[in-house]
């Protein structure tokens, strides 16, 4: 069966947004206030409409970057479902309707044709700016900035990996390994624990990845949902899980025995891209330009559970509790080996898709 991609990694527990201080989840329609009289900066535009995975990040999306967007231009945030393919049909037609999207990163390099081009100059950014500078593309650019590690409970005695290669030594580190049931991560991860530096991992060596994957197949299990790789970490049906940071952060943050091995974190993003063709091409880079700001982003990083600040500056300011669990707090960036390589899987992602599919069905 296929997993849910990272849509599932939005759908935070309304726990979760009590841990971190945000409000209760509400419908993916719900609007942020509305603002004061005074007429709208962008005449015809009734409201500003962001589609996302929805999930409790709604809530973080229209609090953060919603409410100073509706106060500096007096037009309504609302957040819609993503799906690629009403995003395509949407350009196709010429009947845009969105604003800004919260695209992968594959599917920025994959599909630029179906979205406009960002105006750097208006949005006030440079690539100096960003935590990496491959996350400012010209069709996109990051939002959000999570981390692929490894977690382990720290309740046993069991000796848990410190790197990759040690996570798939099964021999000098007994016990029960997860792995995300999709090729995007996995594969890097694989390759990484083959001993592969990441200055040579790409272009993937897709057939050695499932090489290295097939190796320890006795002592793994694949998860397909974040919820479920929280589960078996949780419940023991796994050792050591590899999955996304905010996830084990929750974990740690509510009090469970569970710790994260940040040691050769791959950083991974998702970005603001624009469908191409809108009416309101101005307001989408105003919308950009108020969410990419420091304090915005250190804002949607604590009500939406530790999704990090793309921009630097927005690590100074997060909260205490929360910068252990970021990957982009300077100790933890320090260990990181680098980023997905979206320029390469916005190519591959349909053909290494198709291969993953067959090989776990095997």
Request: hydrophobic share 35%; net charge neutral.
């Given at each position: 069966?296929?997993?849910?991609?990272?849509?599932?990694?939005?759908?935070?527990?309304?726990?979760?947004?009590?841990?971190?201080?945000?409000?209760?989840?509400?419908?993916?329609s719900t609007p942020a206030p509305s603002a004061s009289a005074g007429g709208s900066k962008y005449p015809g535009l009734t409201q500003f409409t962001m589609a996302d995975w929805g999930g409790s990040t709604d809530q973080a999306f229209l609090s953060a970057?919603?409410?100073?967007?509706?106060?500096?231009?007096?037009?309504?945030m609302v957040s819609v479902a993503l799906d690629y393919g009403k995003l395509q049909a949407q350009v196709q037609n010429s009947q845009v309707t969105w604003g800004d999207t919260d695209s992968e990163g594959w599917f920025v390099h994959a599909k630029s044709d179906l979205l406009e081009p960002l105006d750097y100059a208006a949005i006030g950014l440079t690539a100096a700016d960003m935590v990496k500078?491959?996350?400012?593309?010209?069709?996109?650019?990051a939002n959000y900035v999570y981390g692929w590690v490894q977690a382990y409970r720290?309740?046993?005695?069991?000796?848990?990996?410190?790197?990759?290669?040690?996570?798939?030594?099964?021999?000098?580190?007994?016990?029960?390994?997860?792995?995300?049931?999709?090729?995007?991560?996995?594969?890097?991860?694989?390759?990484?624990?083959?001993?592969?530096?990441?200055?040579q991992l790409y272009p993937l060596d897709v057939e050695r990845a499932f090489r290295k994957i097939a190796s320890i197949k006795k002592d793994l299990v694949?998860?397909?949902?974040?919820?479920?790789?929280?589960?078996?970490?949780?419940?023991?049906?796994?050792?050591?899980?590899?999955?996304?940071?905010?996830?084990?952060?929750?974990?740690?943050?509510?009090?469970?025995?569970?710790?994260?091995?940040?040691?050769?974190?791959m950083l991974a993003a998702d970005y603001h891209a624009v469908p191409k063709?809108?009416?309101?091409?101005?307001?989408?880079?105003?919308?950009?330009?108020?969410?990419?700001?420091?304090?915005?982003?250190?804002?949607?990083?604590?009500?939406?559970?530790?999704?990090?600040?793309?921009?630097?500056?927005?690590?100074?300011?997060?909260?205490?509790?929360?910068?252990?669990?970021?990957?982009t707090t300077p100790e933890n960036l320090a260990k990181s080996v680098g980023a997905?390589?979206?320029?390469?899987?916005?190519?591959?992602?349909?053909?290494?898709?198709?291969?993953?599919?067959k090989f776990t069905a095997g």
């Open positions: 069966m296929s997993p849910v991609s990272r849509r599932d990694f939005m759908k935070y527990s309304v726990g979760a947004a009590a841990v971190f201080g945000a409000a209760a989840c509400g419908t993916s970057y919603g409410k100073p967007f509706t106060k500096a231009t007096g037009v309504p500078p491959e996350f400012m593309q010209p069709n996109g650019v720290t309740d046993t005695k069991k000796k848990h990996p410190t790197n990759w290669v040690e996570f798939f030594d099964t021999k000098n580190f007994p016990g029960t390994r997860s792995l995300y049931n999709y090729c995007y991560g996995s594969l890097e991860l694989a390759l990484l624990g083959d001993g592969v530096p990441y200055d694949y998860w397909n949902t974040g919820a479920q790789s929280q589960q078996f970490l949780v419940s023991g049906t796994a050792d050591f899980v590899a999955g996304w940071n905010p996830r084990f952060g929750y974990l740690a943050l509510t009090g469970l025995p569970v710790a994260i091995e940040w040691n050769q974190q063709g809108g009416k309101y091409a101005a307001a989408s880079m105003e919308f950009i330009k108020t969410a990419m700001q420091p304090e915005n982003q250190a804002n949607f990083a604590e009500l939406s559970g530790g999704l990090a600040g793309s921009v630097t500056k927005a690590n100074d300011t997060v909260p205490d509790r929360l910068k252990p669990w970021l990957p997905q390589n979206d320029t390469w899987w916005g190519t591959n992602f349909d053909a290494v898709n198709a291969q993953w599919t």
